[in-house]
């Protein structure tokens, strides 16, 4: 659990180095039992600190309570946002899927998650999210995680600037 998550740290940390393109930043973390962490800011810094905070509590068990971080996420996320979830672990709360995937579609939050480990087995609900949101699910394998932060970045250079849904005529806040 510590490698994962420290993993995803450094990515995270990545990914905000390489960003060109968004300047608000939402961070929520997961797990079991849940408590609800979620910063918004336009700060990279700030996202930093909070990160250089995180550290892998427990662990080995599954499932984690990815739909309620995702959820808090997804409240605190502007409108025409992208969200990127890191599990290792199947959904313990797969019961909110519903709530997160029409929350996002309201929204219009896009939602890729990026699975690592052995995910407890199937966890068809992070497919299903990003199915109804527009998203995709990538599978990290060791060494793999640079070709698919590459591809994500791609993939979000990729996303129109006109909103998923969004009328003829409207514009992007």
């Known amino acids: ?7 995803v740290k450094s990515n995270i940390r990545r990914i905000l180095s390489a960003n060109t393109r968004f300047s608000n930043y939402v961070v929520a973390t997961f797990g079991d039992p849940y408590v609800r962490r979620v910063i918004k800011t336009r700060s990279i810094t700030a996202v930093r600190n909070f990160l250089k905070r995180l550290s892998a509590r427990g662990g080995g068990d599954c499932p984690e309570y990815a739909m309620s971080g995702a959820l808090d996420a997804a ?19 797969k019961r909110r899927v519903g709530q997160v995937s029409s929350l996002a579609k309201r ?41 698919t932060r590459r591809k994500r970045k791609n993939q979000l250079q990729r996303i129109p600037k006109k909103p998923v849904g969004a009328q003829k005529g409207s514009q992007r806040q």
């Open 75 to 93: 409240k605190s996320a502007d409108s025409n946002s992208v969200m990127l979830l890191f599990t290792d672990a199947s959904a313990k709360d």
């Open 1 to 7: 659990m510590g490698s994962v998550i420290n993993s």
């Open 107 to 147: 929204k219009r939050i896009r939602v890729f998650t990026v699975e690592s480990g052995n995910m407890c087995g199937k966890a068809p609900e992070f497919k299903q999210l990003a199915r109804k949101s527009f998203g995709e699910v990538s599978r990290l394998r060791s060494g793999t995680f640079n070709k």
